[in-house]
């Protein structure tokens, strides 16, 4: 599907077929309603008025459903410039990305009787409830997106999808630095890492929402 994609525009071509099968079925309702007024209503003034209105209905169908279908066509190219950061990731310390600064933050409590490894959980707890909060933000304002024009443009989807990546990827690289660390204890590593790469990306959520 990703191959094929690239070569043809597979959302139109959904919301072509949506909207046209939407103004289908008005043509089809209000052509079967102004037959039945042709036979039910005697000719006259009320016989005119109620075709025209029909005729007016029917019109503003034809024009709803083409400004909602420009409007999706107007969105969709604007959403894919939206520009993404990755997050940064730079050594198996994790210098750069807010590892090392928690673990000094932690260690330098330990001389106020604060134990390290307890202030690191609760430094994981915080990030990750603020990452929570920011994701819930991002999948409420995609799934608004995904509502323009009446037509599922998969933005919550693939928001969905890429926060599922990050939390693998945020896992297992944490794994990784506390394995890899040459020094500190692997389990201070593993909680500092894992609240800095929260706090980044729940920042990178709150950025783009802020847009």
């Not at 019109?59 to 999706?72: Q, S």
């Not at 608004?144 to 990050?166: P, T």
Request: net charge negative; aromatic share 8%.
């Amino acid at each position: 599907m990703g191959e094929l994609q690239e070569w043809v525009h597979l959302d139109a071509i959904q919301a072509l077929v949506h909207h046209a099968t939407a103004v289908i079925a008005a043509i089809f309702i209000f052509g079967i309603t102004a037959r039945l007024i042709t036979y039910l209503i005697p000719n006259g003034y009320a016989k005119r008025i109620v075709i025209i209105v029909d005729d007016v209905i029917l019109l503003a169908v034809f024009i709803l459903a083409g400004w909602r279908l420009l409007e999706y066509m107007w969105v969709r190219p604007h959403l894919a410039e939206t520009p993404y950061e990755e997050v940064s990731v730079t050594s198996p310390a994790g210098e750069g990305d807010g590892t090392e600064a928690l673990l000094a933050e932690c260690g330098a409590g330990a001389a106020a009787g604060d134990e390290p490894d307890r202030c690191l959980e609760k430094k994981n707890r915080q990030a990750q409830r603020a990452l929570a909060q920011a994701a819930a933000r991002m999948t409420e304002d995609m799934r608004a997106l995904d509502k323009v024009g009446n037509v599922k443009i998969g933005a919550a989807r693939n928001f969905d999808a890429a926060q599922q990546a990050f939390m693998h990827y945020r896992e297992t690289e944490c794994r990784w630095r506390s394995t890899s660390a040459r020094t500190g204890a692997p389990a201070d590593i593993y909680q500092a890492c894992m609240a800095s790469l929260a706090r980044g990306r729940a920042a990178q959520i709150e950025e783009i929402l802020g847009k």
